[in-house]
């Protein structure tokens, strides 16, 4: 089995309860739809001929996996279970650089059983790898229609994506269905709010807890909010037919078809609209602030987001465009310490993501992605600039808190050192997690669905209230 996060896997079949059982996934009819592999040339590249490459890692089989017939109800079920703490295995009588590139693309597979130079995998020899890697009833499946039986019956709990076998069926993927709210929700992508809490910083750093200034900077949150809103909402549009070719992206409301573009036309200028009324009732300057960052946003995913470290430097920019703006929302001077060291972390976040980004594809021998300027012959160096940022960072803090300036802040200073060691352990595992292909999403997000992130943010927290 190769292991796409790099990490040892040691099952525990007798130990281990149904919920913490591992998924496997059948690529042949299971993940794929199985009419389009039996009829279309994916039967013959990604088997025949992708066994093929197994011998030589220089032939190419044209596969384009952002446009193979993904089923979308499977890919719901391995994120389900994904976020139930499962570990998801892809099988297929692929070869392995194949099932490799296929499983890097949908980031959603923590290993990948499949055929190698040394092994070729069958519908025969599915069930003996299987019973080898895990054991009988020691693994939950997902097949097409025409697994092998054993397999069905060897597997803990068994679910096949055609009732032709009169097996189980899939469970849907949660529709949004007719419920409007929901629909607007992942259209809006509420869950990336979570970023604008970066306003409230300004307001925690200086102290000024006045009802005025809390019911500013809850304004700004919200104006940043519907602001990024339409950005995406705009975005969304922009990209409409390469979304609709991403396995994951053609699930958005607008790829899904199930928001027209009518409908997200009227709302972007309804948002925009919005915000600026909200921004405006603030004060001018933090209005100026706000549309800034649209106009950045609007040049970053048209163009920026295309050219080499411009767009690290721009969504740098844009993390610490939201502390500025949220220090004009309560009326104080942002402290110089504070802007450099944002400009240094989020620097280093932005690398970050690119660094994943890379490293999974030069672990599927993936070609570079067509709309960044990056290749996996700079993933180290990616690498060593988001080490060297995120220590910046640090040394940026050492400095303030050596300084004068943080006596007429805190009474008690001598806390403050212990953000040094949290905030290291944050940058440095984010940075293991990456290189172990654990974190795929922008990394403030995974932070806020991360239980160890979490608990480094409250102490980090705790940490400034002690010190004041």
Known sequence: MRDV????????????????????IDLDGGLLDSDFVQKTLIDRSIGTIGRLQCASNSLDVGVDYARLPYLDDVIEQARQARSEGKAVYLIAKASERVTLGIAAHLGLFKGVIASTIDRELTDQTKFDVLIREFGSKAFDYIGGSRCDQRILAAAAHSTLTSSKSGNEQPHSAPALGNNRLLIWSNALRIYQWTKNVLVFIPLLTSHQFSLANCLNATLAFFAFSLCASAAYLLNDMADLEADRAHPRKRLRAIASKQLSTRAAKIAVPFLLAVSILISIAISATFAGALLGYFALTVAYTLYLKRLVMVDIVVLAGLYTLRIVAGATAINVILSEWLLIFSIFIFTSLALIKRYAELAMRLDASLPDAANRDYGVSDMQIVGALAAASGLNAVTVISLYLSSPAVLALYSKPAFLWLLDPLLIY?????????????????????????????????LMFIVVLAAI
């Open 5 to 24: 996060t790099s990490q040892s896997r040691q099952p525990q079949v007798d130990k281990r309860r149904p919920a913490e059982l591992p998924l496997v």
């Open 426 to 458: 944050w940058i440095a595992r984010a940075l293991i997690l990456s290189h172990r292909r654990q974190m795929n999403h922008d990394p403030v997000v995974f932070a806020v669905s991360d239980g160890p992130s979490q608990i480094t943010a409250l």
